[in-house]
């Protein structure tokens, strides 16, 4: 490849990692998707859905016109708990998702050491406000630049 042929910034390859991600959720009311890069660039995902062996979402359990879905553990919340199960670490790491991320989901990822979070769509501001005063650096990008 010449240096002339436009290559994929890092940013929009996570992006659109996170993007495709999303498009295995389970979730009836939204699709969310997340990238975790490690520090040594390991990446685990993670997308919304129920718990392991527990039936996907319901008309009772995740109303499309409501505002919560009960039943999901989130996708930042997944991309986490995938690491702690493959022993990625993940402090010092950078957190890409389709959405920003809820108020519980931020404090999570306050405590587990990750550093940046860029999302594609805010969803909600309280979380982002818990990121910014934890000092955790936010960006927003979108999966079509290149470099
Ligand atoms: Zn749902
Ligand atoms: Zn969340």
Known sequence: MDQETP??????????????VAERSTCRRLRVGAALVS????????????????PHC???????????????????????LAAARTGMTIVGGHLYCTHSPCENCARMIINSGILRVTFISLYGEEGIKLLISAGIKIGTGKP???E
Do not use: F, Q
């Open 144 to 146: 079509s630049d290149w």
């Open 7 to 20: 290559r994929l910034t890092r940013e929009s390859l996570y992006l659109s990692i996170a993007e495709v």
């Open 58 to 80: 319901t008309s009772e359990t995740c109303d499309p016109n409501g505002e919560k879905c009960l039943s999901t553990v989130h996708a930042e919340t997944n991309a986490i």
């Open 39 to 54: 520090p040594g660039g390991g990446v685990s995902i993670g997308y919304n859905g129920a718990p392991k062996s527990m």
